[in-house]
């Protein structure tokens, strides 16, 4: 658990007051300036949180292992206060990310090792790709982000100066094999989560607008945050989401004073947080880079998959996606944990976090969803 | 320290770090004070730095930055505009009204004051600027308006400036801290104990408590900062956050604790080395010192005060004005809307070169494929607004089924996007128990705390929600006033009991809503239903439902279909 602000530590030179980035002169003169060549790096990487640093949330950390370790889980929808960390536990397990193989100059990262994923470009290139590793990308989707750039536009430049006709990817494109992170989702206006929605489904971005047809690789895990007591979300689309997880400030003071401490800490001095928590993140990295190898060896027993039917089956949850997602997570778990089989053990402790959402309402029911999964696993799994 | 020395302190410290700080929500009407303590502010920022006014109709384009038309136009390749967000960088930006600011300005202004940078993804443009500001949120919201608590949250400072006579305003000198006190190895601790005790739940405080104490050291050329300033920063920050003030420690309080807590470190060092109380009951001790003792009960009381900390605040007031506005352009027919000449004219804007071909003229060519359309955000959005009678006539019983009909009416009314609100009337009058909302959860809390007993205003009941009705409607949605009752109204609407009068003002009212064409319903929730609650339903020209027997599920579904 941290709270955000990672930019907001003070200056620590006690002569300089107010502290002042170097750019301000630059950027204090109102008006205009011409728009960098969409070439240069547009979002340098902030700085970040070490994942291994975070204090207690150990679900949304669970949840987030899960889905780097098997992103056909579906997204991960975090339910909490603003500040509860999400943002910098999404960034700090990207950083942590063994770096991944692409095609270089490919603008949308594609994999070399998955020639059937391949876009356009890269397809009808004649010979060997040239390939370079890159980080895995994590792509915020800003608020007051419009269409065009999401999906990707007419590359405006070209056509004014140039009188030319191309396409310039949008945030999905840079997103692919990566993470891409809403913020506040349910302040997204609907057109746009149902398009998000679509594309994380399938995988593929699909763009027919402005005279162009494109087709593109978006494969990503989508990971969107929301209050619930700002408004709930569309039933259809929780139901998207692999997995739920709900985050809360904690209230036991050791823990709090925890917190405050570490993340006081690394406001001080970034460098030197990082440094003493670099151990603890390699350890992690790992782990995952483990999960992943052992995940394709990994199968799920038939009582396993018969005890996620009866689970689902007990809780009245819509479809088949529920149940897929059970034994996905279930197995990732498995692999992250190094088990040698999917066990009942590892489909009792994830059901909260990939059922708790799918559930049908029901308002006189006082008890949440968590209780309702937690009761149902109880009765079905007991021995 | 007096109030204002407070103010003009906080105005210092949030000028030397806008970003670091956040900023402060300064509760005042308009007046001189709040002037005065305004141009304080200006003094203290450094004269390079900006500071901004952000009018609450200003649009995401202006705020966040985007495709400026004119010049690309003219220039023939796109130029950004810089937002005003990015322009504040580095100072201060100054929010008026800040009661009424829109769901979406407040997560604009907490994902910048989070990231100390604007990101920007509109008309094709993709850009990073830095935007490291503090934000001044000018609050004089009254009732129920409440600056959205998320943005709160990340400020440091809250002051009160309402109670401040106008000849107090004047400039004072900078309160000199003489003797810093040792500084304390464990102050976050401390602070998180503290924080702990005055029962503010988000970490947010400590933290920037702790961060005060430091600029405040840092303003008077130290290095650490020592106790006081913990202290003093303590009491400001931590003070106007606190939702409950603990009991004062009995054994150790008034001649330990006193000399140390009070701000001005005159003879309190001193003692410290015998046997100083804990860093964390010294600023407790400083934060109840400060509040006034009007304020403190206020406090206890719970609720009494304007900007009680209540998650969830942010979502009723804020969602009516966001209606009947612009949201936003999409390709479009203008004769199904209204045509977006703008954006029209930036779609059509790159394709010129293209299109003008050999014979080179002038005229800017559009084609129908860029016609845009404004959307606006106002749907027809039904709310669903139930009057229950929660008075002793009404048995208890049937209040809880009127509880379970309106939670089932949410759950469906959630999918549809459709919203709720509930009002209660009951002793001398009505109240609004849950203003219109979609969230489920805030709904079921409004719903538990409903008391029943008391006799039955039905005209207040039936005159709040018309009037209810009417905000509604202001608000671009579609009112819908269930009502709840046996019709048996006994209490009149100038307060004194007596059936016959209640039951003429009950008619009156009832005649007022129709007279403003609300779609109601009446379900008698009487054993034997009777003439009276007929008669109502015919005077507000609503549908009647005796509904004796009915259970949440059968209300509900006579609900739905009536609807």
């Known amino acids: 658990m941290i709270v955000n602000g990672s930019t907001r530590a003070m200056s620590r030179e006690p002569a300089r007051v107010p502290p002042l980035a170097p750019e301000a002169d630059a950027i204090r003169a109102p008006g205009r300036t011409t728009v960098p060549r969409p070439d240069a790096e547009p979002h340098p990487a902030p700085p970040t949180f070490p994942f291994s640093a975070i204090v207690g949330q150990d679900e949304m950390r669970q949840a987030l292992l899960i889905a780097a370790v098997d992103p056909s889980v579906g997204g991960v929808l975090v339910f909490g206060d603003r500040g509860t960390g999400k943002s910098t536990a999404i960034r700090g397990l990207a950083a942590l990310l063994p770096p991944m193989r692409a095609v270089a100059g490919c603008p949308y990262a594609c994999d070399p090792a998955r020639p059937g994923d391949l876009c356009h470009r890269c397809r009808d290139h004649a010979g060997g790709l040239e390939t370079h590793t890159v980080p895995v990308p994590v792509v915020d989707l800003p608020l007051g982000a419009t269409e065009d750039r999401v999906v990707g536009a007419l590359d405006l430049e070209r056509a004014l100066t140039q009188g030319q006709k191309a396409f310039e990817p949008g945030l999905l494109a840079r997103a692919n094999r990566g993470f891409l992170y809403i913020d506040e989702v349910n302040l997204l206006d609907d057109h746009l989560v149902d398009l998000l929605l679509d594309v994380a489904a399938s995988g593929v971005n699909t763009v027919e607008r402005e005279g162009l047809s494109i087709r593109h690789p978006a494969r990503f895990v989508l990971v969107g945050s929301g209050n619930p007591e700002e408004g709930e979300l569309r039933p259809q689309l929780l139901d998207r989401f692999g997995l739920a997880v709900e985050v809360t400030t904690p209230t036991d003071l050791p823990t709090r004073i925890d917190v405050v401490r570490r993340r006081d800490a690394y406001e001080r001095d970034p460098a030197a947080f990082r440094a003493a928590y670099a151990e603890a993140d390699r350890a992690i990295r790992d782990t995952l880079t483990q999960a992943r190898a052992h995940l394709p060896s990994l199968t799920v027993p038939d009582a396993t998959l018969e005890a996620a039917a009866r689970l689902c089956l007990a809780l009245g949850t819509d479809g088949l996606r529920g149940e897929l997602t059970l034994m996905r997570t279930a197995r990732a778990l498995a692999a992250l944990e190094g088990a040698e089989t999917v066990g009942l053990d590892h489909l009792a402790r994830i059901a909260p976090a990939s059922l708790r959402h799918r559930l049908r309402r029901n308002p006189l029911d006082e008890s949440g969803s968590t209780a309702r999964v937690t009761r149902a696993v109880a009765e079905v799994l007991a021995p | ?563």
């Open chain 2, 1 to 563: 320290m007096t109030a204002w020395a407070d103010a003009l302190l906080v105005a210092r410290l949030a000028a030397a770090d806008p970003h670091g700080t956040g900023g402060v929500v300064v509760r005042a009407g308009a007046g001189p004070v709040r002037e005065a303590w305004l141009a304080a502010l200006r003094n203290a920022l450094p004269a390079a730095l900006p500071i901004r006014r952000m009018p609450g109709s200003i649009t995401d384009a202006r705020l966040l930055g985007g495709l400026d038309l004119p010049a690309t136009l003219a220039a023939g390749r796109p130029v950004a505009e810089t937002g005003l967000l990015a322009e504040t960088h580095g100072g201060l930006l100054v929010v008026p009204m800040a009661e009424r600011l829109s769901p979406g300005h407040a997560a604009h202004l907490a994902a910048v004051l989070d990231a100390g940078a604007v990101r920007v993804e509109r008309d094709g443009l993709g850009r990073c600027c830095p935007a490291r500001l503090g934000v001044i949120l000018l609050d004089e919201g009254q009732g129920d308006e409440a600056v959205p608590e998320a943005l709160c949250d990340r400020l440091a400072f809250r002051i009160d400036l309402t109670d401040i006579p106008w000849r107090d305003a004047v400039p004072l000198e900078d309160p000199c801290v003489a003797d810093p006190g040792p500084p304390d190895a464990d102050a976050l601790a401390a602070l998180c104990r503290a924080a702990d005790a005055l029962g503010i739940a988000s970490l947010r405080g400590p933290l920037l408590a702790a961060r005060v104490a430091r600029l405040l050291a840092r303003l008077a050329g130290r290095d650490a900062p020592g106790e006081h300033d913990t202290v003093l920063a303590a009491r400001l920050v931590l003070g106007p956050r606190a939702t409950r003030m603990p009991e004062p420690v009995p054994e150790a309080d008034a001649p330990e604790t006193d000399p140390d807590a009070a701000p001005e470190p005159e003879s309190g060092a001193g003692q410290d080395d015998q046997n100083p109380a804990p860093l964390d009951e010294r600023m407790i001790e400083a934060v109840r010192s400060a509040l006034a003792p009007g304020l403190l009960a206020g406090l206890l009381a719970a609720g009494a005060r304007p900007r009680q900390p209540q998650a969830g605040k942010a979502g009723a007031p804020a969602a009516s004005p966001r209606a009947g506005r612009p949201m936003g352009a999409r390709a479009g027919d203008p004769r199904h809307g209204r045509l977006a000449l703008v954006e029209t004219l930036r779609a059509a804007a790159p394709w010129q070169r293209l299109r003008q071909g050999a014979g080179e003229s002038r005229r800017i060519r559009i084609r129908p494929q860029d016609l845009r359309v404004t959307r606006f955000v106002q749907r027809t959005q039904t709310t669903t607004i139930f009057a229950v009678d929660a008075s002793g006539s009404a048995a208890l019983e049937r209040l809880a089924e009127a509880k379970g009909a309106v939670e089932l009416l949410l759950s469906e009314a959630y999918i549809r996007r459709d919203r709720v609100a509930v009002l209660a009337f009951r002793g001398m009058g009505a109240e609004v128990i849950l203003p219109p909302t979609r969230a489920l959860a805030r709904a079921r809390r409004g719903l538990s705390a409903l008391p029943g007993g008391g006799g039955t205003p039905l005209a207040a009941g039936l005159d709040a929600a018309a009037e209810l009705a009417r905000t509604v409607r202001r608000g671009g949605g579609t009112p819908v006033v269930v009502v709840l009752t046996d019709g048996r109204a006994n209490v009149a609407r100038s307060g004194p009991a007596g059936r016959a009068q209640a039951g003429a003002d009950a008619l009156s009212a009832a005649a007022g809503l129709r007279a403003d064409g609300v779609r109601t319903i009446l379900i008698d929730t009487a054993a034997r239903p009777q003439d009276t609650a007929r008669r109502l339903a015919e005077a507000m020209g609503g549908r009647y439902l005796p509904l004796p027997y009915a259970d949440a599920g059968a209300m509900s579904a006579a609900i739905r279909a009536a609807t």
